[in-house]
């Protein structure tokens, strides 16, 4: 099983639309999560961090479910610029370090006029 | 403050040659990494450094090798490339090794072996 696992999409939104994206990951003792945004044929830049307590910062939140062992990133009021590829991430528990990041293999949004 | 930089951003080979690819970063960072992007692959960690004049072993790190002589830079090197590194290769670092640090990224080489 992999460490993170992230519907691929695509996902295909109307501008205004609310969008969720979800990501299971395997290792119950991860403390750490993040969501990078990744343009096309750009790097990877954090969006957010996931606390265990939710993370909100303006249209967008992240919330972590322990119980069930997965991440979530809300966007509502989509943008056209929200279009971009986000990626999942946790630590890679392979070696107990958690600055070693293992990532999803991204879901791709596309938000239409 | 250039962030994190990396030369070249292209590059094309031919199977058997070698090269070395750059990554330097002006933020002090302790830690850097070298991760390859492939299409439904996602990132995938090569190598990492936690400091000045060490390096690790990531999850794909065969047929690779890195050296951090000096803290602001780390060397990814392909002695003899192989098709199957045809990839985008991402240097990233970061400052300090706590749970919620953030990785910064460069902005890439594309890599064709033929």
């Known amino acids: 099983r992999k460490e993170v696992e992230q519907d691929p999409g695509p996902f295909n939104v109307p501008e205004g639309a609310t969008v969720a994206f979800n990501c299971t990951y395997s290792?119950?003792?991860?403390?750490?999560f993040f969501w990078y945004r990744q343009d096309c044929r750009k790097e990877p830049k954090l969006l957010m961090s996931?606390?265990?307590s939710g993370n909100e910062d303006g249209r967008f939140t992240a919330q972590l479910n322990r119980a069930s062992q997965y991440i979530s990133l809300l966007i509502r009021d989509s943008k056209l610029s929200d279009s971009a590829t986000y990626l999942c991430?946790?630590?890679?528990?392979?070696?107990?370090?958690?600055?070693?990041?293992?990532f999803g293999k991204g879901t791709l949004l596309t938000v239409n006029p | 403050n250039a962030g994190v930089t990396q030369t070249p951003k292209f590059r094309v080979l031919k199977t058997g040659q070698s090269m070395t690819l750059l990554c330097a970063q002006d933020?002090?960072?302790?830690?850097m990494y070298w991760y390859r992007q492939d299409p439904g692959m996602g990132l995938r960690l090569i190598h990492y450094?936690?400091?000045?004049?060490?390096?690790a072993k990531g999850e794909v790190p065969d047929g690779y090798n890195v050296s951090r002589l000096k803290k602001q830079n780390f060397l990814l090197g392909l002695e003899s490339a192989a098709p199957s590194q045809t990839s985008v290769y991402f240097c990233?670092?970061?400052?300090?090794?706590?749970?919620?640090?953030?990785?910064?990224f460069g902005p890439g080489t594309r890599l064709t072996v033929l």
């Open positions: 450094s936690v400091g000045e004049g060490t390096t």
């Open positions: 990233a670092s970061s400052k300090l090794a706590t749970d919620t640090d953030t990785q910064y």
């Open positions: 290792n119950s003792a991860s403390q750490s």
């Open positions: 933020m002090n960072h302790e830690y």
């Open positions: 996931v606390y265990s």
């Open positions: 991430v946790g630590p890679l528990s392979r070696g107990g370090s958690n600055y070693k990041l293992t």
